[in-house]
């Protein structure tokens, strides 16, 4: 169990507020944030909401799994550490 959550299928519009916002109904939200591309500075349609306890996370999950978030059903799961990748060749 963790307590770090990864939300996909995010509007265009998300800020990190609106997801914190969203996600404290179901617990103790501690960050909650839109991932934003660095080159267009918009969203990737994806963030990540941390909360207090693992418990929490399992409830936010149960609760509001394909809720409406900014016209939009929220696809909700748990984060995963990034892989490794190899660096970009330009």
Do not use: C
Not at 36 to 53: C, L
Not at 80 to 88: M, V
């Amino acid at each position: 169990m963790t307590n770090k959550l990864f939300v996909g299928n995010l509007a265009w519009t998300t800020k990190s507020d609106d997801l914190q916002n969203f996600f404290s109904q179901a617990g103790n939200v501690t960050s909650a944030t839109v991932i934003i591309d660095k080159a267009t500075q918009r969203s990737k349609g994806f963030g990540f909401v941390e909360f207090t306890t693992p418990e929490e996370a399992e409830n936010a999950k149960t609760m509001l799994e394909g809720k409406d978030l900014n016209g939009r059903p929220a696809h909700i799961s748990d984060a995963r550490p990034q892989e490794d990748r190899p660096p970009r060749q330009y």
